[in-house]
């Protein structure tokens, strides 16, 4: 098997360059570092992408998130179809709003009500706001490592473009350390308006690790006994893990959650989720966006929702991660490697643990992309109902020759 060229890719991104800044930029840009990787792609069907130098890969990124039922989902983008003969962004709103807040209100366990928007962070800086509104307090806790989006607030203190004042009111603790929560409230006492979270840690650049027993369980009895107002991001991990939440899978109810990314398969659409108690607080909020309205992407998520439940989309995602990452590790195990697999089967984190420098884990994240799989070395990843055995077939041997040429590269 040959590898890849990105001539044109690299080509498109010079020129990008002048007129774009950074090129790409955000999470884009990030993976686009090196000339070893597609940049720009030509097109997307099911769970594979090619992109401009006709290079074709099996996609274990799915756009981040937001593919969940395969690029160009045909039930999916004829709801899409349907609602734009009628109209996406009109002056008014639209129907199929009122029927995916019933059905959402149906399918998440703790909803109630539920607020749309375009992006994550649009709704997880709306949370935060809601919890401000309802409680009448400053303080928002989060956990170190955790990603909700990019509003001044969510940013490490002095990252460009912020101020000290962002993050004067927020209180970081590390993931899994109840008795810090615990002790934010009592240095703290009445100050705290949220705490925000997602629903198990999937940081960048490190192992993903799962809630320890108990540990909800306590943030919850928390959150309860201080008036606090409990946020799930379920952004990234909504659906993958649980169709009514994912909390329903780590046994814990949420105030608000918020979901984005796989809601509506990748048609721009998040949504804030809440119980009756929140209804007011965010209902005080004004908050909205011109493109909120836009019905086509509500019909993408109803359509979404709809077949994420026909499918058992959940678990179909969990079983076929966990097939992949199992033959992931025999693989490297055949060739003399270690691969940790860590986080949630759907969403699995890869990390070879055979040198603490990431030379061998990187070489082989880059010769598995040169040659058709696309892994990203630092990021989890994800699963779609499009996937299949042969996909992962075709995964195992790529990685089986990835390791291989890691073999001879480390030999020269
Ligand atoms: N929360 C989580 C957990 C996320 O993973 C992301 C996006 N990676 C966001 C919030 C922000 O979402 P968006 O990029 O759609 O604003």
Redesign the pocket.
């Known amino acids: 098997m040959g590898t890849y060229s990105f001539k044109n890719s690299q080509f498109l991104y010079q020129k990008a360059l002048k007129v774009i800044p950074n090129g790409v930029y955000?999470?884009y840009g990030l993976a686009a570092g090196g000339p070893d990787s597609p940049i720009y792609f030509s097109i997307a069907q099911g769970a594979t992408v090619h992109d401009i130098d006709d290079n074709e890969f099996i996609d274990y990124m799915c756009a981040?998130?937001p593919m969940i039922l395969g690029y160009k989902n045909p039930t999916v983008d004829e709801a899409v179809r349907k609602q734009y003969e009628k109209g996406d962004t009109v002056m008014l709103s639209s129907p199929v709003m009122v029927e995916l807040a019933e059905t959402l209100v149906d399918t998440v366990s703790i909803a109630d009500w539920a607020f749309f928007a375009?992006?994550?962070?649009?709704?997880?800086n709306l949370a935060s706001m809601v919890a401000k509104a309802a409680t009448g307090r400053k303080k928002i806790v989060k956990v170190n490592g955790?990603?909700?989006?990019?509003a001044p607030w969510?940013q490490d203190a002095g990252a460009p473009g912020t101020m000290e004042e962002d993050t004067s009111h927020i209180i970081a603790i590390n993931w899994n350390a109840p008795d810090e929560f615990e002790k934010a409230i009592a240095d703290h006492p009445g100050e705290i308006a949220g705490f925000i979270s997602?629903p198990y840690h999937?940081p960048v650049f490190e192992d993903n690790v799962l809630p320890a027993d108990g540990y909800w369980q306590k943030i919850e009895s928390l959150c309860r006994a201080n008036g606090i107002v409990l946020i799930v991001?379920?952004?990234?991990?909504g659906f993958r893990i649980n169709l009514h939440g994912s909390n329903e899978s780590f046994g814990f109810k949420p105030d608000l959650i918020?979901f984005?990314?796989g809601l509506g398969n990748g048609y721009p659409l998040?949504a804030l989720v809440g119980t009756d108690a929140m209804k007011d607080a965010v209902a005080s909020v004004f908050y909205t966006g011109t493109m909120f309205f836009g019905s086509a992407p509500m019909a993408a998520a109803l359509a979404t929702l709809k077949e994420l439940k026909r499918l058992d989309a959940a678990k179909v995602m969990t079983d076929i991660g966990s097939k992949l990452t199992e033959g992931l590790v025999k693989v490297a195990e055949d060739n003399g490697y270690n691969l940790k697999v860590s986080g949630v089967p759907a969403m699995p984190y890869l990390r070879i643990t055979n040198d603490e420098t990431f030379q061998v884990h990187n070489t082989w994240i880059t010769e598995c992309v040169k040659r058709g799989a696309y892994f990203l070395s630092y990021h989890n990843h994800f699963l779609s109902t499009a996937h299949t055995d042969e996909h992962l077939k075709k995964t195992w041997n790529i990685a089986d020759e990835a390791f291989k040429a890691v073999k001879q590269g480390l030999k020269q």
């Not at 375009?118 to 997880?124: A, E, L, S």
């Not at 955790?146 to 990019?150: A, P, R």
């Not at 991001?233 to 991990?237: Q, S």
């Open positions: 955000g999470h981040y998130g375009k992006n994550g962070g649009d709704v997880t955790g990603y909700h989006g990019v969510m997602s999937h991001d379920d952004v990234r991990a918020c984005g990314k998040s």
